[in-house]
């Protein structure tokens, strides 16, 4: 372990369009733009529009940065301090908390970090853990080997994430009609980035 | 009663005709000159050559007769040579080692209590006779103060000898007794005085004493230098944070002394015009990572007991003898290291400490709070910088390996870090000097009570000699108590001052002549005895006291000078020798 851990870590340059708490939780804007005089890759990032663990989000560092400044943030491969929203109770190592909408804090139940160290005064150290597989609802009924829309539910099964997996398709080992719109089902990501249904209905 | 006779005589000369031989001081031999009955050989290369007048009598053991002395007449006899004393068996000891290597504060490298290197000038000595394998010596006489600085590169032991004695007033002495004695140049007994004295010789030169002063090596003073962030500007000059022409680029507020923008990784912030790329470097390299010592008008560096360094008298100075300057390159260069000094546990020795950086930084863990919240004196022990660092000692700027800096936030459980120049201080030693004149200070000792002539100085310099100043911070940095080696250092001025004093003192020289052999014992003052027997005058004893007769072939310093112009003329050729093995090694491979 490095004796200086903030200076060790992989930092991404990034530049906000509005102003963001030390270790609020963002997600890409507009993309990762090489600066044209440098080639440094600096990340266009913006607060959360949908709660999702199913983005590729970004942690800021421990200093506020202001709209359009630059700021230093990681992607949460290590474990790394977050926001959370105490009003999601406080967090305890192993639970999964994700990115909520139109907040720079993490809430509880939504896949995308791991807890690794209890909350404490609205901070806690996470760990990005990588999302395989998520619960939800068909939104209609589903046709063999036919794409259809899965409502994502947060973990715990409490309610809609209010984010959908629009193309996925059942396995091949379903029969058709299996799937009616309502049911439980469980998805997972293949390795070509194609969701399916494994488990159905429930 | 029958008249008394000389007689001289040496192993394995069958009859000496006649003789004189001058005894001297230091560790070249006398040579004994002897007019012999002449005969075939010399039966003894060594021997005893003995005086003898009536029951008096003195002798040298171990004499050595100079082969190449040797002159024959027509029938190829010899009929005169000469005879080395004993001290021809010290002209090839080698020695070796460094001592008293000398450190800032004026102590020395080496307090290791097995291998000191702290040596006092009879220890030195010592290591000398040792290496010389000289068993019967004196070295009572030797002064305990000093501590020479003994550089020995495998040269003559003798020499070496001699150069301590020198350096510490004192003469190699080979008395009569056969025994080896250092002692006080210039000090010793009177001659005696008798019916037996031929001739007296006295001349006195009296002379006008000037003030005497021994000036050390300059004045080693610790401080606590405020540290200032700077960085490089784009034509090359080094500048505070807020003044440097990409300051408002790079969001640097020096009103707030903070960043607007976070500078970390690759100061991204620099990517709006074409000549950021150039900017970016510079900043990347020097932006949080130059820290420079302040010193100006505004913010003067007080030097703790400036004002108290012996009989130059600073103006201006403050009720507790330090003094502010108020100009940087009066400091500079900076030393690396301490006046204070520790001991190495792993070099085993007592070394100066290295210049240390402490104050307000961020550790850069997930800690937001700075390692201390105010900077003082007592924060030097718990906010000491540990990671890499280097001193630009010429420009006083220390160079950081990582950006060091501060959180501005001042709760005392922040939430955030807000990045700003840390608030540092680099502990070091540095030469400081005189206001006005770049002339850095050193320490003056002058004789006390001096009543002669004003405009007369004779003023020595004495380079091994290293005051070293130090002091106690208040918490507000004002100099509580001041730490130094001056007492040592003093007594050290005036023993060199005492030597120095004698040489103006009128010496009154003395040559005494005496009928037969005078057992008079040589000592610092009494140079030179001279035996001598001719078949005119017999037997008669030359003694001089504070001077050497005219008629020797080279006085006390002239053999002196000689002594080290053969050892380094040892070392050159030595080295001129191993340039050209080296060489045909070199030529034989090809």
């Known amino acids: 372990m490095s004796q200086y851990p903030l200076l060790d870590r992989t930092w991404i340059p990034f530049r906000p369009n509005a102003e963001v708490p030390a270790y609020g939780v963002m ?81 509880v139940g939504i896949p995308g970090f791991e807890v690794v160290e209890t909350g404490d005064g609205g901070i806690v150290r996470v760990v990005k853990s990588t999302v395989r597989h998520c619960w939800g609802k068909a939104d209609a009924n589903c046709a063999y080997n036919a794409n259809c829309t899965v409502s994502v539910w947060k973990d715990d099964r409490s309610g809609d994430s209010g984010n959908n997996l629009t193309t996925v398709i059942p396995s091949p080992t379903m029969e058709s009609g299996q799937v009616d719109s309502g049911d439980w089902v469980r998805c997972w990501k293949r390795a070509d980035g194609q969701w399916e249904m494994d488990l159905a209905p429930c | 009663m029958a008249e008394l006779q000389g007689i001289v005589t040496f192993t394995g000369v069958n009859q000496v005709v006649e003789c004189s031989f001058d005894l001297t001081h230091g560790t070249t031999p006398s040579v004994a000159t002897l007019t012999i009955v002449p005969q075939a050989q010399i039966l003894s290369v060594t021997g005893t050559l003995r005086f003898q007048f009536g029951s008096l009598w003195v002798q040298f053991p171990d004499c050595k007769v100079d082969t190449g002395s040797f002159e024959r007449n027509d029938s190829n006899e010899i009929w005169r040579l000469s005879i080395f004393d004993r001290r021809w068996r010290w002209a090839d000891s080698l020695i070796w080692g460094h001592y008293n290597v000398p450190i800032d ?36 006489n030797m002064p305990s103060n000093p501590r020479p600085e003994a550089e020995w590169d495998y040269q003559s032991a003798a020499s070496a000898l001699s150069d301590l004695c020198d350096k510490v007033g004192c003469r190699v002495v080979l008395d009569i007794d056969n025994k080896v004695y250092i002692r006080r140049a210039g000090v010793g007994a009177q001659l005696p005085d008798g019916n037996d004295v031929l001739s007296r010789s006295m001349t006195s030169t009296p002379n006008i004493m000037p003030r005497l002063a021994i000036v050390t090596d300059k004045i080693r003073y610790q401080m606590d230098l405020l540290l200032e962030a700077v960085g490089e500007d784009t034509d090359g000059s080094v500048k505070p944070l807020g003044d440097l022409s990409y300051a408002a680029e ?8 903070r960043f607007a923008e976070i500078p970390f990784p690759y100061w991204a912030c620099f990517n709006d015009a074409a000549t950021s790329e150039a900017k970016r470097k510079l900043a990347d390299n020097t932006v949080l ?43 500079l260069p900076l030393s690396r290291e301490q006046v204070q000094t520790e001991y190495d546990q792993d070099e085993k020795q007592w070394k100066n400490k290295d210049a240390a950086v402490y104050g307000v930084w961020f550790e850069n863990k997930d800690v937001r709070t700075n390692i201390v919240s105010t900077l003082t004196p007592s924060a030097y022990t718990t906010s000491r910088y540990k990671d890499s660092f280097s001193i630009d000692t010429e420009h006083g700027i220390v160079h950081f390996g990582q950006p060091v800096f501060r959180n501005m936030e001042t709760a ?60 106690n911070y208040s918490s507000s940095y004002a100099v509580q108590r001041l730490y130094s080696n001056f007492a ?49 005058s017999g037997m008669t004893t030359t003694v001089t006291r504070n001077c050497e007769t005219m008629d020797r072939p080279l006085s006390y310093n002239e053999r002196l000078r000689v002594e080290r112009s053969r050892s380094i003329q040892d070392i050159a050729d030595a080295q001129k020798a191993g340039s050209q093995k080296r060489q045909r090694k070199r030529e034989g491979r090809q």
């Open chain 2, 412 to 471: 005392a459980a922040p939430t955030q870090l807000t990045i700003g120049p840390a608030l540092l201080r680099l502990r070091t030693a540095c030469c400081v000097c005189y206001p006005g004149e770049r002339t850095q200070a050193r320490y003056v000792r002058a004789i006390k009570n001096y009543t002669g002539d004003p405009t007369a100085l004779h003023c020595v310099r004495h380079d091994e000699i290293t005051p070293g100043v130090y002091c």
């Open chain 2, 289 to 331: 990572r130059w820290y420079r010592v302040k010193c100006a008008k505004t913010s003067p560096v007080v030097v703790p007991g400036f004002c108290e360094q012996g009989a130059v008298a600073v103006a201006g100075g403050g009720a507790d003898g330090s003094f502010s300057i108020t100009d940087r390159e009066w400091l």
């Open chain 1, 27 to 107: 997600e890409l804007n507009t993309g990762i733009v090489p600066d044209s005089y440098s080639g440094i890759a600096v990340a266009a990032t913006k607060q959360a529009t949908v709660t999702s663990g199913l983005k590729t989000l970004f942690i800021n560092g421990p200093e506020l940065v202001a709209s359009g400044k630059h700021g230093r943030c990681t992607l949460g491969w290590e474990p790394v301090l977050a926001l959370y929203d105490a009003n999601d109770g406080t967090p305890a190592v192993g639970e999964q908390w994700g990115v909520k909408a139109s907040s720079w804090k993490l809430g």
């Open chain 2, 105 to 140: 504060s004026g102590y020395y490298r080496g307090h290791d209590t097995n291998y000191p290197s702290e040596k006092t000038p009879g220890q030195l000595a010592e290591k000398c006779f040792l290496a010389m394998n000289e068993t019967t010596y004196d070295r009572s």
């Open chain 2, 250 to 257: 790079m969001g640097y507020n020096a009103t707030t002394q």
């Open chain 2, 488 to 536: 040592w250092m003093q007594k050290t001025c005036d023993y060199f001052l005492d030597s120095l004093k004698k040489q103006y003192e009128d010496p009154k020289p003395q040559v005494y002549r005496y009928m037969g052999l005078k057992q008079v014992r040589l000592d610092g003052a009494i140079q030179q005895v001279t035996y001598s027997m001719d078949q005119g």
